[in-house]
C-alpha cells in the first residue's frame, strides 16, 4: 500500500520568502508529526496532530512556524519569513494513533534549502 | 519525558552479531522502548519494540533487563545494507506519550567487507 508521501522533495528558496511543505500520510491514520532534521543529528519533533487539531505544537522553533491539517488528512507546514537557518530535511510521519505498538511511518521528507 | 544513551557509533564486520545498547534511567512504569534505523537520505523506519524481557522479530531481537534502566538492540549476522543510524527511543503509546518522543543522535553503524 501507500506510504507517508510529502511534496516537494526539495525546494529551494530565498531568505524572507514563505514556503509550505505538504505531507500525505497513510489512509486512515488519526496521528500525524512534523520533525525536522538537521545534517548529524536525529529528528527534532515540532508538531503532533491527533486528527485535525494539533495535540502538542511545542517543538516548535517560533511563530513562523505553522502547521495545519484541516480535515484529518493532507497535512501543511508553513514556515514564513524564512532563515538560513531553517535549512534542515522536514520529515513527516504518521500512525494510526495511540494503543500499543504505535509505530511511526516516515515519509521521505522535503529537504529544505534556504539561500 | 525519559531520556536515552546511546553509543555514537560503532563498527562490525559483516556476519557478526551487534549489539547496540541504550540508556534509560529514568523510563516510567508505561513507558515501551522502540527501535528506529535510518538509511541516508530517508525517514527512520521502525525496527522493533517491547516492554521488558525478550522481543523478536525477523529483524532483531531487543533485550530488556528487569529494572528496565537499559536496553539492547541485537543485530544477528549484520550485512552492509545494515549500515545506518540506529536510534533508541522511549515513550508511553497508550497516552500520547510519543508526541515529543526524542530521537537523539542515535548509533551510527559501520558495517564492513
Known amino acids: 500500500g501507500a506510504g507517508v508521501s510529502q511534496t516537494p522533495s526539495n525546494k529551494v528558496t530565498e531568505k524572507g520568502k514563505y514556503v509550505e511543505l505538504r505531507c500525505d500520510p497513510i489512509?486512515?491514520?488519526?496521528?500525524l508529526y512534523w520533525y525536522r532534521q538537521s545534517l548529524g543529528q536525529g529528528p527534532e519533533f515540532l508538531i503532533y496532530?491527533?486528527?485535525?487539531?494539533?495535540?502538542?505544537d511545542s517543538g516548535l522553533p517560533n511563530d513562523r512556524f505553522f502547521a495545519v491539517r484541516p480535515e484529518g488528512s493532507v497535512s501543511t507546514l508553513k514556515i514564513q519569513r524564512t532563515e538560513r537557518g531553517d535549512s534542515a530535511v522536514y520529515l513527516c510521519?504518521?500512525?494510526?494513533?495511540?494503543?500499543?505498538?504505535?509505530?511511526?511511518?516516515f515519509g521521505p521528507g522535503t529537504r529544505l534549502t534556504v539561500l | 519525558l525519559a531520556k536515552t544513551t546511546q553509543p555514537i557509533s560503532m563498527d562490525s564486520y559483516e556476519g557478526q552479531e551487534v549489539n547496540i545498547t541504550c540508556s534509560h534511567n529514568?523510563?516510567?512504569?508505561?513507558?515501551?522502548i522502540t527501535w528506529y534505523q535510518q538509511f541516508p537520505s530517508q525517514g527512520p523506519r521502525f525496527i522493533i519494540q517491547g516492554y521488558k524481557t525478550k522481543v523478536t522479530n525477523e529483524v532483531a531481537s531487543l533485550f530488556i533487563p528487569a529494572d528496565r534502566k537499559s536496553s539492547t538492540l541485537s543485530l544477528p549476522r549484520v550485512s552492509l545494507s545494515d549500515t545506518a543510524v540506529y536510534y533508541c527511543l522511549v515513550g508511553d503509546p497508550s497516552s500520547g506519550g510519543y508526541q515529543k518522543v526524542t530521537f537523539g543522535t542515535g548509533t551510527k553503524l559501520q558495517v564492513i567487507p
Open positions: 510521519a504518521s500512525s494510526p494513533g495511540r494503543g500499543v505498538y504505535n509505530e511511526q511511518f
Open positions: 496532530f491527533q486528527g485535525t487539531g494539533a495535540a502538542d
Open positions: 489512509s486512515g491514520h488519526t496521528a
Open positions: 529514568n523510563i516510567a512504569t508505561n513507558d515501551y
